[in-house]
């Protein structure tokens, strides 16, 4: 019995060292063995051992040399970028979009699958995510043993206690969907491909595009921060003390369902006067619709409509006037997050944040201070993503790359 502790207790030594270097060479790499014994407190004689192991298995590679003080020069490390591959999936309003990454994030191949409006029975998304496989590992000519994994990001609250071997269960009231077993239906999918067991992780996608922009983005060294997620529906994820925080059952994060107006405009959720119902992008467009008195709307989806929203407020008095409201629920609500999380930084993203962004930050700003205390609200900016509209697919493409570094390499 001791004997097997020791084993136990040697065996997650090592993977724990794996795993410090190699999150500290993904991050902050390329860097020399002297540099990562500085960085991680271990010793330059366990570095130089895991370092070997790494680069044995192809896990890290040599990326040049760097001058030394009088001594020979230090040859520089790095993750191996094309060693693995990962896939994210953001299952969005109007369509499934799938993305095929190498380990530094860079695309290399992507699918859009549409969905018809209004229309998000799980079995046709299921459908829509495993095409979108078979498509980018096709034109990606990757093998599928080189997959760390699937991350998979959906509107709605993703359980995973109780839900057994079939993975996770999603609650997405706006999709009317109740314990759907997602997690088992493309387990179901995937395993259905001869010699494929791709792993899967399912998440909250405010969280997947959280992750993304602290990774990579806007909220890189904030220990504090809300990363807001405004498309046709609205949600955020709350980093606090450099964590995610996900409520008793997962379900934190709702910004979008609180309410801003009481007995107000109905929301999708049943309930009324809800945030969403004012700033998410299907609410913006019924209020502009009501005040153009029935006259056609331009665009042929929710992304050229609401771009054509923004232009036309230069010239129309009605969408100037719903872009102005706009910015005062944002700023109720974002003051409202200022109040009870006291975050660092707030940043907004979705393809619907960055459209509405890109003119209305200023007025967005200005409803924050005058609506958050002044003490917090000062010390808190409020900023745009980084990364883009497609930032959700990437920060679920994050999913298996996080469990593979916390494994210390080794495929979970």
Request: some cysteine; charged content about 20%; overall charge neutral.
């Given at each position: ?21 190699l ?41 040049g ?16 970028p ?29 699918a ?14 299921v ?47 706006t999709?009317?969907?109740c ?13 259905a ?38 498309g ?7 980093v ?8 008793a ?64 407020a ?81 920060g679920?493409a ?14 979970a």
């Amino acid at each position: 019995m001791v004997a097997a502790q020791r084993r136990t207790t040697t065996r997650d030594l090592r993977r724990g060292n794996r795993s410090v270097l190699l999150w500290t060479l993904y991050f902050d790499g390329p860097m020399s063995r002297q540099e990562l014994g500085a960085r991680t407190g271990l010793s330059l004689t366990t570095v130089s051992t895991v370092v070997v192991e790494l680069l044995g298995e192809g896990l890290v590679v040599e990326a040049g040399t760097v001058d030394s003080d009088g001594g020979r020069p230090r040859i520089l490390l790095r993750v191996d970028p094309g060693r693995r591959r990962v896939i994210g999936v953001d299952v969005g309003e109007t369509r499934v979009r799938v993305g095929l990454y190498d380990l530094t994030m860079n695309e290399r191949a992507r699918a859009d699958r549409p969905l018809e409006p209004g229309r998000h029975d799980a079995g046709p998304v299921v459908e829509r995510i495993l095409g979108g496989l078979d498509e980018v590992i096709a034109a990606a000519a990757v093998d599928r043993g080189d997959i760390l994994g699937v991350g998979v990001a959906v509107s709605g609250v993703v359980e995973r206690a109780g839900a057994g071997e079939g993975g996770a269960l999603v609650h997405g009231q706006t999709f009317d969907w109740c314990a759907v077993p997602l997690g088992r239906m493309l387990r179901e999918g995937t395993a259905a491909h001869p010699g494929t067991d791709l792993p899967l992780h399912i998440e909250n996608g405010a969280r997947t595009l959280g992750q993304a922009e602290m990774w990579f983005g806007a909220g890189r060294g904030a220990d504090h921060a809300v990363i807001a997620l405004i498309g046709s529906g609205v949600g955020a994820a709350v980093v606090a003390d450099g964590g995610f925080y996900h409520g008793a059952t997962s379900s934190a994060g709702e910004w979008g369902h609180t309410v801003v107006q009481v007995g107000g405009r109905r929301c999708r959720c049943g309930a009324r006067g809800c945030l969403e119902a004012y700033a998410g992008a299907e609410g913006i467009l019924d209020r502009y619709r009501q005040a153009r008195r029935g006259r056609p709307m331009p665009g042929a989806d929710e992304e050229s409509a609401l771009a054509a929203l923004i232009a036309a407020a230069e010239d129309s008095t009605a969408a100037r006037r719903v872009l102005d409201e706009t910015a005062v629920y944002l700023g109720a609500g974002i003051a409202n997050l200022v109040n009870l999380f006291n975050p660092r930084r707030i940043i907004l993203g979705g393809w619907a944040g960055l459209l509405l962004g890109a003119r209305l930050l200023p007025q967005i700003r200005e409803a924050v201070a005058g609506q958050a205390l002044r003490h917090p609200g000062e010390r808190t900016s409020v900023e745009l993503c980084r990364l883009g509209p497609d930032a959700v697919a990437l920060g679920a493409a994050t999913l298996p790359v996080e469990r593979f570094l916390a494994a210390g390499g080794t495929v979970a």
